[in-house]
């Protein structure tokens, strides 16, 4: 595990792109299954670009990582899951290099 001093630091700028790896979660099974293999999904990635409006406010990836589950979970609402059977949990932000 690393330590918080092993971590190095992203300062994110105007135009960075981040690739996500994220599950999907069916939260509609029992509590008793919650974490079981029939209830996850395959890892999923997806490229996120800070230039976008979206993640344009963002100052660190933890920002990235919570806004892009806002995004999938509660997109419309703060209090309504978008998807009551299914949640996107963030795995990991990587960020990519500017050539791409």
Do not use: W
Request: charged share 20%; proline share 7%.
């Amino acid at each position: 595990m690393p330590t918080p001093s092993s971590i190095s630091h992203v300062k994110i700028g105007y135009r960075m792109k981040f690739l996500i790896a994220f599950i999907n979660i069916d939260v509609s099974a029992s509590a008793k299954l919650l974490g079981d293999v029939s209830t996850i999904s395959s890892v999923r990635h997806e490229i996120v670009d800070s230039s976008d409006p979206l993640y344009s406010e963002c100052e660190s990836i933890r920002d990235i990582e919570a806004l892009f589950e806002k995004a999938h979970n509660y997109p419309y609402n703060n209090d309504i899951v978008y998807c009551p059977d299914s949640k996107a949990k963030v795995l990991t932000v990587q960020p990519l290099p500017s050539s791409l």
